[in-house]
């Protein structure tokens, strides 16, 4: 059995880490208030780039465009989303195991020297070394991991437009978590480019037959429709690719806060038993100390 004195300093050491523990929940549950501010900010922006995009579509389902040109796929790229630190239960070690996977896909059609990797989040940027993959450095992607800002990646959505349409890159994927509530994540992977025309359009005619709107209203635009939406698509590819990083982030805390509250009820929980234990041996120990007084006592008596 532990001495008073080992028993005595690891409950200090855990009441220690739980007031660490503690206090990250509480930044974190900070946090991720803020980043949901941040969605319910962009969301109606987003919202109503893609409404207008769709109505534009659903009016004429001839239209083609460059963004959704089909390819055999010989160049693909991988944008990933973790965070940049630990500590936030399995957020990371879930990426990683999605984007092992699609690498793995991938790999067997093109090869796994065609796959670059846009890491979103030092911890996937260490997975992608370890591993041999090809991973873009760029120091802005660590510092979006932590603070979301259209401006980076309205820079990183131009640079992946510009690679696929120039024909460097035939299929870019988007890999992060979707923030449903507090105790609930979801990884999810999806198609970036090329842009799924065809489910756009048919997304509007299906609103349009739900909400009972005539799709074939003759709109008239200035410049014409062909200009207008090579302006609009690349707008709504960076509203979903920051949508994507936001909700990444929202993720990331949630998932710190949660792994934290766990941390610190496992710490209360400890510091319980620990204490029982002392009490334990300290009762245990002032017995043995009794029991040699009355032992001493009784043989200076006889």
Same mark, same amino acid.
């Given at each position: 059995?532990? +001495? ?27 946090? /991720? ?21 769709? @109505?534009?579509? =659903?009016?004429?389902? +001839?239209?083609?465009?460059? !963004?959704? *040109? ?6 693909? =790229? ?6 940049? &630190? ?5 957020? @990371? ?13 991938? +790999? ?25 993959? *090809?991973? /873009? ?19 990183? &959505?131009?640079?992946?437009? &510009?690679?696929?349409? &120039? ?5 870019? /994927?988007?890999? !992060?978590?979707? #923030? ?11 198609? !970036?480019?090329?842009?799924?025309? $065809? ?5 509007? $005619? *299906? ?32 509203? @979903?690719? #920051? ?23 496992? =710490?209360? $929980? ?7 234990? !002392? ?5 245990? =120990? ?14 200076? @008596?006889?």
């Amino acid at each position: 059995m532990a +001495s008073l004195k080992e028993v005595k300093d690891r409950i200090d050491s855990v009441k220690s880490t739980k007031k660490i523990t503690s206090a990250m929940k509480m930044i974190a549950s900070a946090k /991720v208030r803020k980043s949901q501010q941040a969605i319910a900010a962009f969301l109606p922006y987003s919202t109503k780039l893609n409404e207008i995009l769709t @109505n534009l579509l =659903a009016s004429d389902t +001839s239209f083609d465009s460059p !963004y959704a *040109q089909q390819r055999e796929h010989k160049k693909i =790229a991988i944008v990933a989303f973790s965070s940049n &630190s630990s500590l936030c239960g399995g957020f @990371n070690a879930n990426i990683i195991k999605e984007l092992s996977a699609t690498v793995a896909s991938y +790999s067997k059609s093109v090869g796994k020297e065609n796959v670059s990797i846009y890491p979103i989040g030092k911890k996937v940027l260490d997975f992608a070394n370890k591993s041999g993959l *090809q991973p /873009v450095h760029n120091p802005t992607f660590l510092e979006m991991a932590d603070k979301p800002a259209f401006a980076l990646i309205l820079e990183l &959505s131009r640079e992946l437009i &510009s690679k696929f349409l &120039s024909g460097e890159l035939d299929q870019i /994927v988007l890999i !992060y978590t979707h #923030f449903k509530s507090m105790g609930v994540q979801e990884v999810t992977n999806k198609i !970036y480019l090329p842009f799924d025309l $065809q489910g756009a359009q048919d997304k509007a $005619q *299906q609103d349009a037959v739900s909400e009972k709107i005539s799709t074939a209203t003759d709109y008239i635009l200035e410049p014409s429709k062909e200009i207008l939406l090579s302006h609009l698509i690349p707008k709504v590819l960076a509203s @979903n690719l #920051f949508a994507a990083l936001l909700d990444s982030n929202a993720s990331e805390n949630a998932a710190r806060s949660l792994a934290m509250q766990i941390a610190t009820d496992n =710490a209360e $929980q400890l510091v319980a038993d620990l204490t029982i234990e !002392y009490n334990k041996s300290r009762q245990a =120990a002032i017995t043995n100390e009794l029991l040699d007084i009355i032992g001493g006592a009784s043989a200076l @008596n006889q």
